[in-house]
């Protein structure tokens, strides 16, 4: 039983994670085409956004 319940636990936990990093990959691609800053700033905005996606 406690098995099953971590397994089911683990599972969830590892779709959330792929679903965290589709919808950042989407969001990188959206501003990319929006718009074309300085590589450096376009660097640091994509961790800062990936940091707040992982941290919900």
Known sequence: MQVA???????????R????????ERLLADRVDESES???D????SQ???TRLLAR
């Open 5 to 15: 319940a971590l397994e089911r636990a683990v599972e969830t936990s590892e779709k």
């Open 17 to 24: 994670r792929q679903a965290i990093i589709d919808q950042y």
């Open 38 to 40: 300085t590589d450096a």
């Open 42 to 45: 376009s660097v640091s905005d």
């Open 48 to 50: 800062s956004l990936l």
